[in-house]
């Protein structure tokens, strides 16, 4: 079953560099239908939707790592077994000598049109990915960006509004 962020909604969690989770708000425990106790501690992969591309995430930590910002689609699963898509936001949280401490991540509402550009593109990366591993899914990625003539961040932040 699809749950749904409200209009409002904001998901914050956070991690250390390792991914592992080190703060999430009421709301995000709430969607995930986790407890406090049960997320704290755990690696943020523990939410991986099959659905999700791994050449996505490959993008998403190269990019943070390089201390870079990165918005990305990305449909989580449950405790439960449900799942939810998200709008996210990722960054490094540095500390005052520009060391990474963990990454940081908001997470708001899709737009539904968005979500319906991009989840025939993850079902052709996550095919490509199944007989060629990540880098046929990223090369099904770079070839639709070439086709629109776009960055992946104009695209992705573009099909928001």
Not at 11 to 24: A, E, F, M, N, P
Not at 88 to 100: I, K, R, Y
Not at 132 to 137: M, Q, W
């Amino acid at each position: 079953m699809e749950r749904y962020l409200s209009e409002n909604d904001f998901i914050v969690s956070k991690t250390d560099t390792s991914g592992r989770i080190t703060y999430g708000n009421r709301i995000f425990l709430e969607l995930a239908e986790f407890t406090e106790e049960e997320l704290i501690g755990q690696p943020h992969s523990i939410l991986r939707h099959p659905d999700m591309p791994k050449a996505i995430f490959q993008l998403l930590w190269e990019r943070v790592k390089r201390k870079e910002e990165i918005f990305a689609y990305v449909v989580n699963r449950t405790k439960n077994g449900n799942h939810y898509w998200v709008y996210a936001n990722v960054t490094a949280s540095p500390d005052e000598s520009d060391q990474v401490l963990g990454y940081y991540s908001v997470r708001r509402r899709p737009n539904p049109s968005a979500l319906e550009i991009i989840k025939p593109l993850y079902k052709r990366m996550i095919e490509a990915e199944r007989y060629g591993g990540i880098s046929a899914g990223t090369a099904v990625l770079h070839k639709h960006l070439h086709e629109e003539g776009i960055s992946y961040d104009e695209y992705i932040i573009g099909i928001q509004q």
